[in-house]
């Protein structure tokens, strides 16, 4: 593979009240949450940035670790639009350092006056086991999302066309946007429609940038948030059927495959904006 260079919850007023690591880790089947976890990110497992590091570079004891960028903080390098050749223009820019997903409502119209389309944006490559670092943050309301396990033929085959088909981190304003009153499962940090993060996540407020890690070997994969792990599942495990049989996803053929695929970052028509994106193989 070519490699590619490139704090405490904000209290505001909700709509309404909105009530994946260990292999003991029971999941509570009623919720879908996980149970509570003090787990915090080991030391050992990986450099952790120091806090004065400039995003979007890659320190000597993380290139020495394995790891690489997927976005070299300037340019759409390693990524297209999925189902496309190019990334959707005006949808996505690249702005102060981070990938932005422009809200639709305020993207210009088409020389001819019809909208412009949109849709996911995924790297060239694909991945099988890794471990994927990235920060992220949102404007008040906004929906988005980390997509990975993604296949492009299976993704376009359903419609919408541009849109993955895949494992979710989920990425929301929890207090403002509706998603978070359909459940636990909707919520930031998410396996989104599978799994609920464990109450111990701890999402940092509106407009600032959250630090987070997907961790996906073999049939397991971890969910962290700014240091915790907040979602932990077994894709052989009896639990993990259960929550995909009840699931949105269920009906998919093949959608819950382990598989190569890409990483995808979510057009949901909101402001979004992800920057520091980087990833290891893991053997």
Known sequence: MKEILIYHPQMRRPLAAV???SLALLVAACSGTSEPSTDVAP???STTPTADAEPNTLLADEAAEGWTRLFDGET?????????EEVPAKHWVVEDGAIRKVD??????APDGQPLEGGDIMTVATYDDFELRF??????GANGGIKYNVSETMSVSEPPAHAAL?????????DLHPDALNGPNRTAGALYDLLGPTDAKQLRPVGEFNDSRIVFHGPRGEHWLNGVKVVEFDLDSADFAAHYAASKYEPIPGFGDRRSGHIVLQDHGNDVWFRDIKIRILP
């Open 104 to 109: 639709s409502g305020v993207v210009p119209l």
């Open 166 to 174: 895949g494992f979710e981190f989920q990425v929301l304003d929890d």
């Open 135 to 140: 920060q992220w943050k949102v404007a008040p």
């Open 19 to 21: 009530g994946l690591g």
């Open 43 to 45: 030391a050992e497992a």
């Open 76 to 84: 759409f390098a390693g990524w297209r639009g999925l189902g496309r």
